[in-house]
Nanobody, 123 residues
Framework: QVRLVESGGGSVQAGGSLRLSCAAFGFTYQPYCMGWFRQAPGKEREGVAGINAGGGNIYYAESVKGRFTISLDNLKNILYLQMNSLKTEDSAMYYC????????????????WGQGVQVTVSS
């Protein structure tokens, strides 16, 4: 059974940083992609960043380019999202997701999802 468990969310002031982690259990597909998505109240879910198992096909949403960095520790099966220079508009529930395949960028469908962690950025 595949399980994705996020951690690292919280509250921070604008300009601050947070690092999200996502531990993957039972995910044995090769090749595979993992990604971060977010959804703010009243808004559609947005693909934030993605990366494949080989460390390639990295994508970022335009709104986070230059501020967020996605990385994947293949040995530990942990996905990270380093978020710097946070803005109030980054406030959302952040979800980790995984899919089989090489290509990670939206609108490709992700099959497995975590429960999400809240990120709140205050001014």
């Amino acid at each position: 059974q595949v399980r994705l468990v996020e951690s690292g969310g919280g509250s921070v002031q604008a300009g601050g940083s947070l690092r999200l982690s996502c531990a993957a259990f039972g995910f044995t597909y090769q090749p595979y992609c993992m990604g971060w998505f977010r959804q703010a109240p009243g808004k559609e879910r947005e693909g934030v960043a993605g990366i494949n198992a080989g460390g390639g096909n990295i994508y970022y949403a335009e709104s986070v380019k230059g501020r967020f960095t996605i990385s994947l520790d293949n040995l530990k099966n942990i996905l990270y999202l380093q978020m710097n220079s946070l803005k109030t508009e980054d406030s959302a529930m952040y979800y980790c997701a995984a899919r089989a395949g090489v290509f990670c960028d939206p609108p490709r469908e992700y099959s497995y999802w975590g429960q999400g962690v809240q990120v709140t950025v205050s001014s």
